[in-house]
């Protein structure tokens, strides 16, 4: 599975919303409060790009020569429709200061330098320590994959209905006749997490592993044929 340092790293390079939570800052609208991007330096430091004339921009001007506490919140949603939406959160603290010069004109970026983070999604709660976050790489279908969750759900459904052949006894029919979608919830290297809906609305997540993780989508294709295949047998 990928580590917790791993999968907050994939959230700050994702499309997720993001908002920077500054003290001070909360009757502000928190359209202001959305970075136009975001992304990990070298040494770990979390850097945010907004408008120059931000409230949060203003803020860390004030502040100057002091410390200025900050959280970067991400929230995860799946790109596909599916109960329970929310995949989890992410949350960044630290300490906020700009970096003049390297956004263009009438941008300014913000340095968060990281002191702690913490994850709670579909892996569990965890807290991570600023180091793990540097080292750590995002996985390498962040870029795609809500597009491909999304080309799985619409294009491949009948498909993603066979996996649970693959369930053993939490498959066996009751005899109460409900049908159950799959619905494709989350994609990383290592596997594809499946939430199952019934007809009345409950629903169980399955987690189906590669046989090795993947790099790319071409090695991706490969490992969901072997795992459809498996399913029709």
């Known amino acids: 599975m990928p580590s917790a340092a791993e999968r907050t790293r994939t959230l700050v390079q994702s499309t997720c919303s993001a908002a920077l939570l500054v ?3 909360d009757v502000i609208p928190p359209d202001l409060l959305v970075p136009d991007s975001r992304y990990i330096g070298p040494d ?16 860390a001007t004030h502040a100057q020569g002091d410390e200025l506490p900050a959280v970067l919140e991400i929230t995860d949603v799946a790109p596909v429709s599916v109960p329970h939406r929310i995949r989890g959160r992410a949350r960044i603290f630290g300490w906020l200061t700009r970096v003049p010069g390297l956004a263009e004109p009438g941008r300014m970026m913000l340095r968060l330098e990281v002191g702690e983070a913490a994850v709670d999604d579909l892996w569990g709660a965890e807290d991570i320590e600023p180091e793990a976050l540097r080292d750590a790489d995002p996985d390498p279908l962040v870029g795609n994959e809500a597009e491909l969750l999304q080309h799985l759900h619409s294009a491949h459904s009948e498909q993603m209905e066979t996996l649970s052949t693959l369930l053993g006894e939490r498959a ?27 007809d009345g609305g409950n629903c169980f997540d399955a987690r189906f592993e590669f046989p090795d993780p993947v790099r790319d989508v071409s090695e991706l294709r490969r490992a969901m044929y072997t795992l459809f295949e498996a399913a029709s047998c």
């Open 172 to 198: 066996a029919d009751d005899g109460s006749g409900r049908r159950t979608a799959a619905v494709p919830v989350a994609l990383d290297r290592f596997g594809l997490r499946v939430r199952f809906v019934e």
């Open 23 to 25: 003290p001070g800052l």
């Open 44 to 59: 770990g430091d979390l850097f945010l790009r907004f408008p120059a004339d931000s409230p949060v921009v203003r803020a």
